[in-house]
């Protein structure tokens, strides 16, 4: 098995732990290589390259735990790693949902995944890919400046060991190709925009010349803004900005947020949250996926599900700690790096597609705003209010017209969900996705 060193390191580890007084423990260690540089008006501005890692140590005795990280693995900084966690564990106060799998509760096989692209980027392929990039960008006529251009490769092992048993290491990478530039000049008014392109294995991503030209179209379209008046209207959302409303919803449903009460959604489990004809999947074993991994980090099996099946809410986001408090089956979803202890977590999620193309779905809409950027946070997670700054198109009998800036749509994301109607364009991203989504009945504020 690859990383066998990885999983031997934490295994003294975690016999060490149980000599020492701890009655069950758990220790993670996360490895990785990285390469990054960043380029801006035709020159190379950045490189950087890093390796290293953390190892982290989680000791429980009775039910009080405590976790202690280091990045130094030599023998006498692991006997300190040790001897500190278990001196914390016998002083810290109980918690009464902490602890382990059980042996019935572990993954009883893990599948195979294609996470890990086998060839390392050089350095000279990097600044290729960033310089054509930029260069593309910096073509389109209105553009007049650059932020610049940024290209990354990484790879990782994560490997942990549990006193329950419990042994898993993988390995994943993933590289990343942006840029960011300016339209427009100091008198007559600048706007910015960015595009870019992740994924796992490095011959994945969009082109340069792609993310370059689209960047800057971006960007020239922005120019001329003007300020709209407060009025309620239909509002489309960019599929940028849609997997938004996602990334909010997986928090609504998030396990410790659940225990807590501290979500809207807090009383919709079982219960229709998102229109009839909606579906939100999760797919933790993906190929090629930006977020799959093998089980969670607990140990426990993960699988594909519909989080929101046909519009009603199937399942919390649980990690054991989380399942304990509700008194519930966990369901899986445990993340966790070496400095802290496993919270609730998803994977690769998505927002089915829909039967209308884009520009379907606006037809029919006289006066509207179709949102290609988002200002600030404005989700208050308690009560489902939502307001935000927006950026985007103002629609006139179905078509995009002139740039809107300086607005703000505002709505209750329990209404926003039941009037979210989604666009057939869905594509497989960013790790959270969605297609252009459009949501009825939300307000708009302006001068």
């Known amino acids: 098995m690859a990383n066998d060193h990885l999983l031997n390191l934490l295994s003294d580890l975690i016999g060490d732990a149980r000599k020492a007084g701890a009655d069950e423990a758990d220790a993670i260690v996360a490895d990785g290589t990285s390469l990054s540089i960043t380029y801006r008006l035709g020159k190379l501005e950045q490189l950087e390259r890093a390796e290293g890692g953390d190892v982290g140590l989680r000791v429980l005795i009775g039910k009080r735990q405590a976790i202690v990280s280091s990045a130094d693995r030599s023998k006498e900084a692991l006997k300190e790693l040790v001897e500190r966690a278990v001196a914390m564990a016998r002083t810290v106060p109980e918690d009464e949902f902490c602890g382990l799998a059980t042996a019935a509760q572990l993954a009883k096989s893990l599948p195979k995944l294609d996470i890990c692209d086998p060839s ?16 593309a960008a910096r073509a389109v006529k209105g553009v007049t400046n650059s932020d610049g251009a940024s290209a990354s490769w990484g790879q990782s092992s994560v490997a942990i060991v549990a006193s329950n048993g419990f042994q898993r290491s993988y390995s994943s990478s993933g590289s990343s190709l942006s840029v960011s530039v300016l339209a427009g000049s100091a008198d007559e008014g600048m706007e910015t925009d960015y595009d870019y392109s992740s994924a796992v294995y490095f011959a994945d991503l969009r082109a340069p010349d792609d993310i370059g030209k689209a960047a800057g179209e971006r960007a020239v379209k922005k120019l001329g803004a003007r300020k709209m008046p407060s009025q309620k209207v239909p509002i489309i959302f960019d599929p940028r900005v849609a997997r938004g409303l996602v990334s909010s919803f997986l928090s609504a449903i998030n396990g410790a947020a659940v225990a807590r ?12 949250v998102f229109g009839p004809g909606l579906t939100i999947t999760e797919d933790p074993h993906r190929d090629r996926g930006l977020r799959s991994k093998p089980c969670d980090a607990e140990g426990l099996a993960n699988a594909r599900r519909n989080l929101i099946d046909a519009g009603v809410l199937t399942t ?42 884009p520009k379907a779905l606006m037809s029919d809409i006289k006066q509207g705003l179709y949102v290609t ?26 078509e995009l017209t002139y740039p809107v800036s ?33 949501v009825d009945g939300m307000t708009m504020a302006g001068t």
């Open 120 to 135: 390392e980027v050089s350095a000279e392929t990097l600044i290729e890919r960033a310089h054509g990039c930029e260069d």
């Open 261 to 272: 009460g501290t979500t809207f959604l807090k009383d919709s489990l079982n219960k229709e």
């Open 316 to 357: 919390w986001i649980l990690d054991l700690r989380s399942a304990r408090q509700l008194k519930l089956a966990p369901t899986g979803h445990a993340a966790r790096g070496p400095g802290g202890p496993p919270s609730p977590s998803t994977t690769n999620v998505w927002l089915a597609a829909g039967s209308s193309t």
């Open 373 to 398: 950027d988002m200002v600030g946070q404005g989700v208050n997670m308690v009560t489902g209010d939502y307001s935000r700054g927006a950026v985007g198109f103002w629609i006139e009998n179905g």
């Open 406 to 438: 300086e607005v703000t749509v505002a709505g209750n994301m329990k209404d926003m969900f039941k009037q979210m109607t989604p666009a057939d364009d869905l594509e497989m991203r960013f790790g959270i996705d969605a297609p252009t989504v459009r």
